[in-house]
């Protein structure tokens, strides 16, 4: 099993995508990057924090290539839209796949 982080300006879309991806097996939510220890939803959501959301996700690569994981990421995240994700708005920054 591997392990690859992305970050967007919300994880609820991004978490949604992965886990329907086979050689997916778990997920998880978080924030990354910022200034401020052990953040929680609302801290990120107040814009004090620095943070951007994450998930990190398990996944196979027997199963599903990171590249491929890749092409799942950008389908779901637009750089391009400042403070959004798709349907979802926010402040929680946007920045580059770990």
């Not at 967007?8 to 991004?14: E, L």
């Not at 939510?29 to 609302?42: E, I, M, Q, R």
């Not at 994450?54 to 599903?64: D, G, H, L, R, T």
Request: hydrophobic letters at 35%; aromatic letters at 14%; a negative charge.
């Amino acid at each position: 099993m591997e392990k690859a982080t992305f970050a967007a300006g919300c994880f609820w879309k991004v978490e949604d995508a992965f886990r329907a991806v086979k050689g997916v097996s778990y997920t998880s939510v978080g924030y990354t990057g910022g200034h401020w220890a052990n953040p929680c939803y609302l801290d990120v959501c107040a814009r004090v924090t620095g943070h951007a959301e994450a998930v990190q996700i398990e996944y196979n690569p027997m199963q599903v290539s990171y590249e491929e994981l890749l092409e799942v990421f950008w389908n779901c995240h637009d750089p391009t839209q400042f403070n959004r994700q798709g349907p979802d708005r926010g402040e929680q920054g946007s920045i580059p796949v770990l």
